[in-house]
């Protein structure tokens, strides 16, 4: 069994799979990596399955050392990692001998990077999933939902059958396969049940202006600036909330929920992001420009089961 040894790591490298699901009626939210599909083309260089658990590397600033021979795959933002010195690029897996050192040291292109071993990490499962949830004290290395700290000891799951010329591993993620990082993503939004209620004028420049990422964001939500947006409906009760769920609060300017969001809201929503369109959003540094794209329920749906055909 691999081993590696967490020499450095910041509040923002956490232990992630797939995600927690059937318990936010204990209001319980789901965690997990946050570019779920960066998350699964890791997982698949090394032949996982592809909701193993992985390490989410934000921003860099994270160096592990290897206990005994081992291999490793990265997907995800380019966060300028090297082996001992030597350029490692991502989407690629590699071997990294006893001693020598990985460190991914600060973002190129992208914010989230994910490091997988064979058969994904080993973390202590809590309601079905190891992902970290820091607020609600969930998963992790010991179920208590902590990030990983300098002298840690990571596990991987699978054996040493993961090294040069195992028939599961791929050396690379083909480039016409990998996600596109642009300077300026369009996100596809799907429109939600208090879309009418907005002022036609809000609804254009929800559509048609720019909207900026702010520096107020972390894995519950982030905060969008851009054109007041008017809402003119009736209050709301609390109702539960999706993932991708765009808020537009009394200052008119949107919050989009990400996995660790609250359970229930009562704030109108313009709708939610897909999925695919959340993972692009994950990649994204405070500061970019973004627009929104209207989209319907079965537009979206066969998008995301197109891209999940990929996978086979």
């Given at each position: ?52 658990a992985v390490v989410e590397i934000a921003l ?8 005994q021979d081992c291999v490793l795959a990265l ?202 369109a959340l993972a692009q959003l994950a990649q ?29």
């Amino acid at each position: 069994m691999s081993q590696l040894r967490v020499e450095a790591s910041t509040a923002l490298c956490l232990l992630q799979d797939a995600g927690r699901f059937g318990v936010r009626h204990l209001g319980v939210t789901q965690g997990g990596a946050l570019d779920w599909v960066a998350m699964r083309w890791a997982n698949w260089l090394l032949g996982n399955a592809l909701d193993s658990a992985v390490v989410e590397i934000a921003l860099g600033g994270f160096s592990v050392v290897a206990e005994q021979d081992c291999v490793l795959a990265l997907a995800g933002a380019d966060l300028d990692a090297q082996v001992d010195g030597q350029a490692v690029a991502p989407w690629t897996s590699f071997n990294l001998g006893k001693g020598q050192r990985l460190t991914l040291r600060q973002p190129r292109q992208g914010v989230r990077a994910y490091l997988a071993v064979p058969g994904g990490f080993v973390g202590e499962s809590v309601l079905g999933s190891c992902s970290t949830v820091v607020r609600e004290e969930l998963g992790g290395l010991d179920g208590q939902g902590r990030a990983l700290v300098k002298g840690e000891v990571l596990h991987a799951a699978g054996a040493i059958a993961g090294q040069i010329g195992a028939p599961n591993r791929r050396s690379h993620v083909p480039e016409a396969l990998r996600p596109v990082y642009a300077e300026k993503p369009v996100l596809d939004l799907v429109m939600g049940a208090q879309i009418g209620d907005f002022g036609g004028t809000s609804l254009f420049e929800a559509f048609n202006r720019d909207w900026t990422l702010d520096s107020r964001a972390d894995r519950m939500g982030i905060r969008l600036l851009g054109p007041q947006l008017v809402y003119q409906g009736a209050p709301m009760i609390s109702e539960g909330i999706p993932l991708g769920a765009v808020q537009v609060p009394p200052d008119g300017q949107p919050i989009v929920l990400l996995n660790d969001r609250q359970t229930i809201g009562g704030y109108p929503r313009l709708g939610a992001l897909t999925p695919l369109a959340l993972a692009q959003l994950a990649q994204c540094m405070p500061g970019t420009a973004v627009r929104f794209r209207a989209v319907v329920q079965d537009e979206a749906w066969r998008e995301q089961q197109a891209y999940l055909s990929r996978w086979g």
